[in-house]
């Protein structure tokens, strides 16, 4: 499991975290980029082999998120071999710290692994 982080600001003033491997079953990515601000995009591969259906939950917390207690502020669902984009033109505010996890259960309960998303791309300001 591997995280990337640019903190370099770009010409337009955007981050992008990018974790490799994604998160499955009881872990969680608490306060990812350190700051709040708005996230405007999230790429996801989940084109790997065996993968499942599953739920990316984010969190608009700077604490540790505990799974099956901590309610999530917005879930996606990730559909199986499949990339997808979501966009978010006017940006989704985190005013206390972003955070997020993957299971395969799309309420606030932990829910059990899944295989793996290959890769996650967020883009933050």
Not at 46 to 74: E, Q, W
Not at 86 to 100: I, K, R, V
């Amino acid at each position: 499991m591997a995280v990337t982080q640019n903190n370099q600001f770009t010409a337009i003033d955007f981050r992008y975290l990018r974790d490799y491997q994604a998160l499955t079953g009881s872990a969680a990515r608490s306060n990812a980029f350190g700051t709040t601000g708005k996230l405007y995009a999230i790429f996801v591969n989940n084109t790997a082999a065996g993968a499942d259906t599953g739920y990316l939950k984010l969190y608009d917390t700077n604490l540790a998120v505990t799974l099956g207690t901590t309610v999530p502020d917005f879930v996606f669902k990730i559909q199986a071999n499949v990339r997808e984009v979501f966009t978010f033109p006017e940006g989704l505010t985190f005013s206390s710290g972003f955070g997020y996890t993957i299971s395969d259960n799309p309420g606030t309960t932990a829910g059990s692994a899944i295989t793996a998303v290959e890769e996650l791309i967020f883009t933050f300001k």
